[in-house]
């Protein structure tokens, strides 16, 4: 009797954890927030764009505030030159926009206009070592992922500070959110504070328990 007791304790504890692991499966998912949407694009290149109001969104600590005023993006390892740049000189660099569809692991997704500064334009005022093959994203919330330098480079990645003609908003990812292009929504890093430039392979905080370090959205979200 003991026996079966403990054991019915210890199978709604694994159903437990498997209901938790559910609903952190590529992070938690936020609320709803109200926006300033007027003016927001509805249609971009052809291409019919999703609503900022339809569109979700996961963190893993929820929504980040940051002051624009205050706010400083670090750039620093395998560089010739670390900086610091400030939201008002990322809006100075040269601007790129794309139609870009974000693909999350859960099965969802939507369709942005995405408008911001590409990595190539700051890696062309730090400089990068030519030792250099990897760059980690540090969010404000603690999240982390990386991805291969090459990767960023011949696809002219973007970090975004508006979608749909709009400022991105507080759980959008304001001020930046990297717009990897193919990759899983997990490689999307959103209240970007901080970027290394690496030599060293490195695994974020959903790549560290299992999920793709490739992310790529034709292949497998985990690890075989």
Known sequence: MLYRKQGRIAFIAVISILFL?????????????ETNTSGEA?????????????QRNNAIQGTQYIDQDTYELHVYGLVDNPVNLSYEEILAFPSVTRFVRLDCVEGWGFDGKWTGVTLNTIFNETGIKSNA???????A??????????????NDIMLAYEINDITLPADRGFPLQLVA????????AKWITSIEVTDEPYKGYWESVGYSNNADVSGPAFER
Do not use: Q, R
Not at 133 to 139: A, P, Q
């Open 133 to 139: 093959t990897t760059v980690i994203f540090y969010s």
């Open 21 to 33: 692991l559910m609903l952190t499966s590529g992070c938690v998912e936020d609320s709803p927030e």
């Open 42 to 54: 509805t249609v971009f290149e052809g291409n019919k764009l999703t609503p900022i109001s339809e």
């Open 181 to 188: 292009e193919v990759k899983y929504g997990y490689k999307w």
């Open 141 to 154: 919330d603690g999240y982390s992922t990386a991805l291969e330098l090459d990767y960023l480079v011949e």
